[in-house]
């Protein structure tokens, strides 16, 4: 009985309105608005497309208001942008309702302006839609609600994750890799035992050292090839500030072009270090020549090495 009386007064009103736009017609020079929906019935929170048309004689000019959130009694879902041609405009208008009944499709109010300057206000026509719920059939039982259907799950689902955890992984190892390189660079000579004695002095006192103990004489080859390459290393690191005490001989070799090192001593040094790697990794047992020649060759590489006055001082000595 409710629902009766509302929509008799919906349709009263909305008669007084289209009768007052009816007249504004004329007075607009027959500037004439129309709602034409898709269907007169929906189902609850279906779209419905409704076009809304104006047709205006020449030298007319047509305000029309933003259409937000209703249209008479329905709700507005989407506008479309107003397609104008020369005597007709249109555009299409999405609604909906969310509630079973009958619903009132517009009208729509908009000013006119005539060729002769006149202002109207003019008032489109309007529908009755019907929105229905579903039909439930209560005689029935409940059915079960059935569980959601397994999938297998496609590589498309992966890909938009797969590729930025790669990059970030990447990255992590990347800054690991970084900061090892940049704390073992940061170690020091100080660090470690530093000789009163200048490097080129330490060093021969070593190697003299290491020649009295007769190491090869006794066959440990590998003891005296250990010492003898070790002090050459620690020599590097005392003369340049270089840690090379931590590298392998192609490291050292690789970076023998960032000092001021000569080809001589380039290939003494690097010929005594491959030696020693032979012997400590190979076990390879050179002859007697071949291990007096690498104490040669290490002597030979620290004159040649040591600073530029030391050389000086030791000429004048010698003259």
Do not use: C
């Amino acid at each position: 009985m409710k629902r009766a009386i509302k929509n008799y007064f919906i349709r009263l009103v909305t008669t007084i309105i289209f009768f007052v736009g009816g007249v504004q017609f004329s007075t607009a020079q027959n500037v004439i608005a129309t709602l034409k929906a898709d269907s007169s019935t929906i189902l609850i929170g279906d779209k419905l497309n409704v076009k809304f048309t104006i047709n205006f004689p020449a030298g007319t000019q047509i305000s029309l208001p933003k259409i937000k959130d209703s249209i008479g009694t329905m709700d507005v879902v989407s506008v479309s942008e107003i397609t104008k041609a020369e005597k007709v405009w249109s555009q299409v208008i999405a609604v909906s309702a969310y509630d079973s009944g009958d619903y009132r499709l517009g009208p729509v109010a908009f000013v006119a302006k005539d060729a002769s300057g006149k202002i109207d206000t003019i008032v489109s026509t309007y529908e009755f839609i019907r929105v229905n719920t579903l039909d439930v059939d209560t005689t029935q039982p409940f059915k079960v609600i059935k569980a959601p259907m397994d999938m297998p799950w496609a590589w498309d689902e992966f890909s938009n994750y797969i590729y930025p955890l790669a990059f970030l992984i990447m990255l992590i190892i990347a800054g690991i890799i970084m900061y090892r390189e940049q704390k073992r660079k940061k170690k020091s000579a100080p660090d470690r035992f530093v000789p009163k004695d200048p490097a080129h002095v330490w060093a021969r006192k070593e190697l003299k050292k290491l020649e009295e103990e007769k190491l090869w004489q006794k066959d440990e080859h590998k003891q005296y090839y250990t010492r003898l390459t070790d002090i050459l290393r620690l020599y590097l690191e005392y003369r340049y500030r270089w840690l090379a005490l931590e590298e392998t001989t192609e490291e050292i070799a690789a970076r023998l072009e960032l000092y001021p090192i000569n080809d001589i001593a380039k290939k003494l040094l690097l010929d005594t270090l491959r030696n020693g790697d032979l012997v400590k990794f190979a076990k390879m047992a050179p002859m007697p020549d071949v291990n007096t020649k690498a104490m040669q060759n290490a002597l030979e590489f620290i004159e040649i090495t040591k600073p530029a006055e030391e050389q000086t001082s030791t000429t004048k000595n010698n003259v």
